[in-house]
């Protein structure tokens, strides 16, 4: 039986013969011939005490039983197999399957295979087997500091992208040395070849298995906990199970509660890196006690552990903190407190910008630009719903307008005053606040508005999330009739938009309901959802779903970017809502004189300024185009005494309102163009002797190249025609290539 699980069969004759199938058949009960019995791929051989060992006599009466078989669906193929096979002897040539897909669940390779099952391969290299992996080696890690520190109580342990994490509760936090400990550790672990098995339990068996584990208990007693997506990876709406760490002497060297699955053994995962630590509330609340929080990076091979390196080095280069920092954009003052920046002249320069690019493009698109206040009464938000669904992101409230008399007796109640949130209900109120005729609609209401959201103090990360923000915010008005052609008109707009700024490679996401979070009936969201589907696919765009992902008042579309090292990013947001307009009650009086709800769109192309602005810091690593560049010309004397010939070109800049800057300093001209150099400033000018005697300026640019001696005239216009067009140019070809075109 021994040399059988080694994949062997032994032939009378001699030698040992791969590849083969054998049965083992004892005289014991059927149950015990079932359990034995091994079947790999050919012919039948019959071991039984105290005869030889040959070929199988078919006709043998009570020596070959017969062979039980189930029907399957393999790969689109119906096939009949061995009803004791799993998905080891069926992908058994393939060593790169890890787990099967079983009626479209992911499940362990080893799992047992029913009459009727639908079952497909899942490969280590794919999306699906990728997870698996990381999930692994998320139980390896933690096996680790259970190693290193038995005392470290387990919290959980997700995939996330590019890698994992894990949350653990110790006496000291983990130091960069620990973490080196830890990734040795796990390398030992990896090497050993354990393998993890799943075991189904009892709630009872459970709680008793894990009595000194207090947020695995906490878990497994929650019965909602496989609502949360962290706590999806420990527990299962349908079932309880451990996964054992097995060794190769079939000794259980360490266990976790997961619902999997997993893979065959632990020298499946190739790629790994431990990353870092960081501090992390048990279940994201302030309220519970703080973890500490080790991630991992995990791929399928080495080559694309490198890759991921490199782009996170690159992405490193062009952080947008670091930026903002070394260009003087923006800052974060403590006297003010997390989330909340300032922008220094360079930075509001890019803003003012943005703003009024988009300022421009909405007038043309005939949308109506509104002003509304920062803080409003809570009662508007009770209407809107957001006091019982987003309360938690919202500031605590400001209680005013209360009197007293002079004895301290309140004479009138105040008011519960609340930073906004968001703009969408200030805009119901300037809709409803006169009577709308169905020839005004769609009405597109537009305004930059400046939001407030708590976001705790450790979730906040520079421009990207943010506790102060200012989207682009714009509502429109529609009939259902004209619902989808405004959804398609809108998603043009924003996609060229978006590709104005230089953004050109995009996804769309279709957020769905949440079946836990959400107001309106079921049938205006499957409407609203199937809409927006609808318009998502005729675009042409790649759709990709986002369960559970919508605000609680309508399905949105979400663009996702990819910038010029590959990563993505959300920016502009679509969302349909029936929901807002009937708890506004608004009205329109239709062609026929009645009254009819309005369909309400609500739309960020930034998202929010912020964070739009630091997506394009980071794709452009600094160098923003020439029409965004918080300084598009710098000018660089070779001598003060052709300064003031450079000083009237930029001057006549200035007159266009091109942002110009000028070295006058003391520093030596090979200085000054380092300095210009850094600057990331797309027109670099020079003036030297020859260009001063012939009323010209001489051009550098980012890349070093030069165009000499251009007359001051045609220098201005091609400035002039560069910034226009909105194009890069990084070096003097771009430059030529911009005019010609």
């Known amino acids: 039986?021994?040399?059988?699980?080694?994949?062997?069969?032994?032939?009378?004759?001699?030698?040992?013969?791969?590849?083969?199938?054998?049965?083992?058949?004892?005289?014991?009960?059927?149950?015990?011939?079932?359990?034995?019995?091994?079947?790999?791929?050919?012919?039948?051989?019959?071991?039984?005490?105290?005869?030889?060992?040959?070929?199988?006599?078919?006709?043998?009466?009570?020596?070959?039983?017969?062979?039980?078989?189930?029907?399957?669906?393999?790969?689109?193929?119906?096939?009949?197999?061995?009803?004791?096979?799993?998905?080891?002897?069926?992908f058994s040539d393939d060593k790169n399957i890890i787990a099967v897909r079983l009626n479209g669940e992911p499940r362990d390779l080893y799992t047992e295979l029913h009459d009727g099952d639908v079952v497909e391969p899942i490969a280590l290299d794919s999306e699906d087997g990728v997870a698996i992996m990381r999930h692994s080696a998320t139980h390896v890690m933690a096996q680790a500091v259970q190693e290193i520190r038995p005392d470290a109580k387990l919290g959980v342990g997700p995939v996330i992208k590019d890698g994992f994490y894990y949350d653990f509760d110790v006496e000291t936090p983990f130091t960069p040395e620990d973490l080196k400990e830890i990734e040795k550790r796990m390398q030992r672990i990896i090497k050993s070849s354990q393998s993890f098995r799943r075991r189904v339990v009892t709630e009872e068996e459970a709680l008793a298995e894990e009595a000194d584990q207090p947020y695995k208990l906490e878990l497994i007693k929650d019965k909602e906990a496989h609502l949360d997506p962290e706590a999806a990876t420990e527990i299962s709406g349908k079932e309880l199970s451990f996964y054992d760490n097995v060794d190769r002497e079939g000794n259980v060297v360490w266990k976790d509660l997961c619902r999997g699955p997993h893979l065959p053994n632990t020298r499946y995962i190739k790629a790994f890196k431990i990353e870092r630590s960081a501090a992390a509330y048990w279940r994201g609340s302030e309220a519970n006690p703080m973890l500490q929080r080790i991630y991992g990076a995990a791929f399928a091979t080495k080559e694309d552990l490198k890759a991921y390196q490199t782009r996170l080095e690159e992405a490193a280069k062009r952080d947008h903190r670091k930026l903002g920092a070394e260009m003087d954009l923006f800052s974060f003052p403590d006297e003010i407190g997390p989330g909340l920046a300032v922008f220094h002249p360079k930075g509001a320069a890019v803003i003012n910008a943005m703003e009024d690019y988009s300022r421009e493009m909405h007038r043309k698109h005939h949308y109506s630009f509104v002003q509304t206040p920062h803080i409003?009464?809570?009662?508007?938000?009770?209407?809107?719903?957001?006091?019982?669904?987003?309360?938690?992101?919202?500031?605590?409230?400001?209680?005013?307008?209360?009197?007293?008399?002079?004895?301290?007796?309140?004479?009138?109640?105040?008011?519960?005053?609340?930073?906004?949130?968001?703009?969408?209900?200030?805009?119901n109120l300037i809709f409803k606040s006169r009577q709308r005729s169905y020839r005004e609609l769609p009405l597109r209401l537009f305004e930059f508005g400046t939001v407030y959201r708590y976001e705790k103090s450790g979730e906040v990360h520079g421009l990207t999330r943010v506790r102060g923000l200012t989207q682009d915010d714009s509502h429109i008005y529609c009939t259902?009739?004209?619902?989808?052609?405004?959804?398609?008109?809108?998603?043009?707009?924003?996609?060229?938009?978006?590709?104005?700024?230089?953004?050109?490679?995009?996804?769309?996401?279709?957020?769905?309901?949440?079946?836990?979070?959400?107001?309106?009936?079921?049938?205006?969201?499957?409407?609203?959802?199937?809409?927006?589907?609808?318009?998502?696919?005729?675009?042409?765009?790649?759709?990709?779903?986002?369960?559970?992902?919508?605000?609680?008042?309508?399905?949105?579309?979400?663009?996702?970017?990819?910038?010029?090292?590959?990563?993505?990013?959300?920016?502009?947001?679509?969302?349909?809502d029936f929901n807002l307009p009937e708890r506004f009650k608004l009205e329109y009086i239709a062609a026929d004189g009645t009254h009819?709800?309005?369909?309400?769109?609500?739309?960020?192309?930034?998202?929010?300024?912020?964070?739009?602005?630091?997506?394009?810091?980071?794709?452009?690593?600094?160098?923003?185009?020439?029409?965004?560049?918080?300084?598009?010309?710098?000018?660089?004397?070779?001598?003060?005494?052709?300064?003031?010939?450079?000083?009237?070109?930029?001057?006549?800049?200035e007159e266009e309102t091109v942002r110009c800057e000028i070295d006058l300093s003391d520093d030596r001209f090979g200085k000054k163009i380092r300095n210009a150099s850094k600057s990331k400033a797309p027109f670099i000018l020079i003036v030297g002797e020859e260009d001063m005697n012939n009323n010209a300026v001489s051009f550098r640019f980012r890349d070093g190249s030069q165009l000499n001696g251009v007359p001051v005239d045609e220098?201005?216009?091609?400035?002039?025609?560069?910034?226009?067009?909105?194009?890069?140019?990084?070096?003097?070809?771009?430059?030529?290539?911009?005019?010609a075109d």
């Not at 005289?27 to 039948?44: G, H, I, N, Y």
């Not at 220098?715 to 005019?739: G, H, M, P, S, Y």
């Open 480 to 576: 259902r009739e004209q619902m989808k052609d405004e959804l398609k008109s809108l998603l043009t707009f924003v996609l060229g938009l978006l590709k104005d700024f230089g953004l050109d490679d995009f996804y769309l996401e279709l957020s769905t309901k949440d079946p836990h979070k959400y107001v309106g009936s079921d049938e205006i969201w499957e409407e609203a959802t199937n809409t927006l589907a609808e318009v998502a696919k005729e675009s042409g765009l790649d759709l990709v779903d986002d369960p559970c992902g919508a605000a609680f008042y309508g399905p949105k579309i979400s663009v996702q970017a990819r910038d010029a090292i590959g990563r993505t990013w959300q920016v502009s947001t679509i969302q349909l």
């Open 596 to 653: 009819q709800r309005p369909v309400m769109i609500h739309r960020a192309l930034f998202g929010s300024i912020e964070r739009f602005f630091a997506v394009l810091l980071e794709h452009y690593a600094g160098a923003f185009p020439a029409w965004l560049a918080p300084v598009q010309v710098l000018g660089v004397p070779v001598a003060d005494e052709f300064a003031p010939h450079l000083q009237k070109f930029i001057a006549s800049l």
């Open 376 to 427: 409003t009464k809570g009662g508007l938000y009770e209407t809107s719903g957001h006091l019982q669904w987003y309360k938690d992101s919202m500031y605590p409230p400001m209680r005013l307008d209360e009197e007293k008399d002079e004895n301290g007796n309140v004479i009138k109640q105040g008011f519960d005053y609340y930073l906004k949130p968001m703009n969408c209900p200030m805009h």
């Open 1 to 90: 039986v021994y040399i059988c699980a080694r994949h062997r069969t032994v032939n009378s004759k001699g030698p040992f013969l791969s590849r083969h199938s054998i049965s083992v058949v004892l005289p014991f009960t059927e149950m015990a011939c079932r359990c034995l019995r091994l079947t790999l791929s050919c012919s039948s051989l019959i071991y039984s005490p105290g005869l030889h060992i040959g070929n199988a006599d078919p006709d043998s009466k009570g020596q070959l039983m017969a062979e039980q078989t189930i029907s399957i669906t393999l790969n689109g193929e119906k096939k009949e197999v061995a009803a004791d096979q799993t998905g080891v002897q069926l």
């Open 715 to 739: 220098a201005k216009a091609n400035i002039l025609t560069v910034i226009k067009k909105r194009v890069q140019v990084n070096t003097a070809d771009d430059f030529k290539a911009a005019l």
